[in-house]
């Protein structure tokens, strides 16, 4: 068996590469066959034999593209994930359509405040009341859960609608002392029960306002107040109810429903991690001459690291009476260390035109056009 | 079957070793090869008249060539003594269409060597795939794996004039 080696020339076929990524674009045809020449020649050759053959060239050279991609697609991707993040799989593809930035997943991810908060969120509030005794403080919600068929662990309360009556209810209220009530007045002429409001005086909005915190502070500080304490299951309410008077109402979740981590998509296939963002191997021929030059220069490390391998599967290589040792560990190293240095190269290029850089710097260029502008003497107008 | 030496990475040794032999190092001599059946022998066996060879063949060859020794003897004077050991890559001489005997006539920088001895002992990975020994029930397939690498010939100097290739005397 002998296995040919580069002979000093190539022509690219469909099929050639492993993959077959890009064999139809004719550009890539093309310049296949330039990049093996390239990298023969970059090697040494004619100088030295290469011992490679011309789908091994190809084969670094489609890597190279797909290298190329991958990372301007996982940058992009990276770059925009919260607005891809649920948006349905049928979008299209992302490699040429333009980004439009949303907050269709800020919101999201912010819907766990709101459900803490009672102002949104996806965690449904549910209503229930327990029935007030007389002379009874405190009420288990064991109960209460058992009522409502929610599993006591289960059940978490939101809210307790447990307040004073509003201090407005007793604006004339002459108990309630604020000097306005007229109802005595009424009752001393035999119009007592007439009316809750026989006279009005329209008075400024601020005097209303003091009023109305006058009777509230009074109660504060003079009256026993409406609260309650919640521990475990145990609400105990104050003051004392000293009646069956009416219903306690109360606001509560089923930490079961918090707990479900999946969004609802209402059936719809979307998005979930950075592998479905619909990005797909770039076209080579509408890459630019400055993506294709690393692309060049990438795949010829690749195809130092496969010459490296093929020369180093034995560390020592026969000869007539004695052994040779070849370079294979120089183009190893050389192909790791070109490698990093393009691939670091391409990130921090990639970083520099994201979009908060970009804008920075738009906003240094702006403040600099400013500054210059500054030293342009003013115009004096003389009329 | 064996896994390392395969006729794949045999290829590899061949297509290095024809550079290394053929284009960077490039030493070269030419071989001629005795042609025994129209050469003449004595009683003895030993070549009687005029000596005869086939073409000769330009080879590339590791050339490891000793100082020249002079060495004395009371009865017959100073002697002249000059080895030489042309290690020939296997497959050129295989292409070549030679193979290597003892009494064959290596010419190098206008010297005659005769071959003294033919050394083929270099195996790579220790197999020789002339030999799998076929048919293997344990290994089958080893005439694919493995490689004979070189022809060593040992030679000593001889004159020209006793190699009657080219006319020395008149």
New interface residues.
């Given amino acids: 068996?002998?296995?040919p080696?580069w002979p000093g020339s190539s022509s690219f076929q469909p099929g050639d590469t492993p993959f077959g990524f890009y064999d139809t674009d004719s550009q890539f045809q093309t310049d296949a066959d330039k990049f093996s020449q390239f990298c023969a020649l970059r090697l040494g050759y004619p100088i030295?034999?290469i011992?490679l053959q011309n789908i091994n060239f190809y084969t670094a050279f489609e890597e190279a593209v797909t290298t190329y991609g991958n990372e301007l697609f996982a940058y992009q991707a990276s770059q925009n994930f919260l607005s891809f993040q649920g948006a349905p799989l049928t979008i299209g593809s992302a490699n040429t359509n333009l980004p439009k930035p949303n907050l269709a997943s800020v919101i999201r991810l912010t819907d766990q405040y709101g459900v803490e908060t009672g102002v949104g969120g996806s965690v449904d509030w549910y209503s229930g009341s327990i029935y007030l005794t007389k002379g009874v403080q405190t009420y288990d919600l064991t109960d209460f859960a058992a009522q409502e068929g929610v599993s006591p662990g289960d059940l978490e309360i939101k809210r307790v609608f447990y307040h004073a009556p509003p201090a407005i209810t007793r604006y004339f209220d002459p108990y309630a002392g604020t000097g306005t009530g007229m109802t005595q007045l009424m009752d001393s002429f035999g119009f007592g029960g007439g009316s809750p409001a026989i006279n009005f005086m329209m008075m400024p909005l601020n005097y209303d306002l003091q009023k109305i915190q006058a009777i509230e502070l009074n109660d504060q500080i003079r009256r026993s107040q409406y609260t309650f304490e919640l521990v475990g299951n145990k609400l105990k309410i104050f003051p004392i109810p000293k009646g069956n008077v009416t219903n306690l109402w109360l606001n509560y979740i089923k930490k079961s429903d918090r707990n479900i981590p999946y969004a609802d998509t209402g059936g719809v296939d979307v998005i979930t991690n950075i592998s479905q963002v619909p990005y797909s191997n770039p076209v080579y021929s509408a890459v630019n001459s400055i993506g294709r030059q690393w692309i060049f220069e990438y795949g010829l490390a690749l195809v130092k690291e496969i010459l490296g391998y093929?020369r180093g599967?034995?560390s020592n290589?026969?000869?007539?009476?004695?052994e040779?040792t070849?370079n294979q560990s120089d183009l190893i190293a050389s192909a790791t260390a070109d490698k990093n240095a393009l691939l670091e190269r391409l990130r921090e290029y990639f970083l520099e035109t994201s979009r908060s850089e970009l804008i920075k710097r738009k906003a240094e260029e702006a403040d600099s056009l400013q500054k210059e502008l500054q030293y342009i003497p003013f115009n004096i107008f003389i009329g | 079957m064996a896994l390392f030496g395969g006729e794949r990475d045999i290829s590899l040794f061949r297509n290095l070793n024809k550079e290394l032999l053929g284009d960077i190092i490039t030493q070269q001599c030419v071989y001629y090869k005795l042609k025994l059946e129209e050469t003449l022998t004595n009683m003895y066996g030993e070549s009687a008249g005029a000596k005869y060879y086939y073409d000769p063949v330009i080879l590339n060859a590791l050339i490891q060539r000793p100082e020249q020794e002079y060495t004395t003897d009371e009865i017959l004077g100073v002697d002249f003594n000059w080895g030489a050991d042309f290690k020939f890559f296997r497959d050129d001489l295989v292409t070549a269409n030679i193979i290597t005997e003892v009494g064959d006539i290596i010419m190098y920088l206008d010297g005659y060597y005769e071959v003294d001895s033919v050394v083929s002992n270099q195996y790579f990975s220790g197999k020789n795939p002339q030999y799998p020994y076929n048919e293997n029930p344990l290994n089958p397939g080893l005439e694919k794996f493995g490689s004979s690498i070189s022809i060593i010939c040992k030679t000593h100097y001889t004159p020209a004039d006793k190699v009657q290739i080219t006319k020395e005397r008149i």
């Fill in positions: 068996m002998n296995i080696i030295v034999d011992e093929v599967k034995y290589i026969p000869i007539p009476d004695a040779i070849l």
